[in-house]
């Protein structure tokens, strides 16, 4: 979580949870043609939905000026919510209010709005095509995982084998319809932009 040198060559402040946010929010920029540092939009990620707290404390009035959001799991919106209603952001914020202030929360996290966005078909051809996918039907036939929703076996693959959630959120937006990306990735990087989400 590093700040480096404050705010002042920044417009636009995203703060997430983890690498795997960081990587999802490059690559969507790249594919709307946002370039993030000629933006002046700086990702900060938290390396936990808990560091939100200690982050906006220490940004304190350095926020002026900077249009700030986030993005974080349905699991961690009250870290968040309470964080922000503790840094004077308002009181009894609900979702809709969050989303004003530019976060947003991912239902149940990046990687299920990832694969709902896609359909399994199409998250299956990203697998095969990056040679996981023999591996992925291995997960499919362990006990604990046997008979459940393909999407939720897709969402534990995810989530599993080291840097593979960070290796898969980018190709899983370059393999998004741009119509069809994900609410609140897109709402953010359109918040961190300073654009109407439907004009990206």
Same mark, same amino acid.
């Given at each position: ?34 370039? =993030? ?33 986030? =993005?974080?799991?349905?699991? /961690?919106? #009250? ?28 239902? $149940? ?12 078909? $199409? ?5 095969? #095509? ?8 291995? +997960?499919?036939?362990? %006990?604990?995982?046997?008979?459940? #929703?393909?999407? /939720? ?28 990306? %994900?609410?609140? +990735? ?6 961190? $932009?300073?654009? %109407?989400?439907?004009?990206?």
């Amino acid at each position: 979580m590093d700040m480096g040198g404050g705010t002042a060559d920044v417009t636009a402040l995203v703060v997430v949870e983890g690498v795997s946010d960081t990587t999802a929010i490059e690559a969507l920029a790249r594919r709307r043609g946002i370039d =993030l540092t000629a933006a002046r939009i700086r990702i900060v990620h938290l390396e936990g939905a808990h560091g939100i707290g200690s982050f906006l404390d220490r940004l304190g009035p350095r926020r002026d000026g900077v249009r700030l959001g986030g =993005l974080c799991d349905a699991g /961690e919106e #009250a870290v968040f919510r309470g964080a922000l209603e503790h840094s004077g952001f308002g009181s009894g914020l609900s979702r809709a209010d969050m989303e004003r202030l530019g976060f947003f929360v991912c239902v $149940a996290d990046l990687e299920d709005e990832l694969i709902r966005a896609l359909g399994v078909s $199409a998250v299956e051809a990203v697998l095969r #095509a990056n040679g996981d996918l023999h591996r992925f039907r291995t +997960l499919q036939q362990m %006990p604990a995982w046997r008979g459940r #929703a393909t999407e /939720e076996q897709l969402r534990r693959f995810m989530g599993s084998g080291g840097r593979r959630k960070i290796r898969y959120a980018r190709h899983l937006v370059d393999a998004l319809d741009l119509e069809r990306v %994900p609410r609140p +990735l897109d709402g953010l990087l359109a918040h961190a $932009a300073g654009t %109407p989400a439907d004009s990206l």
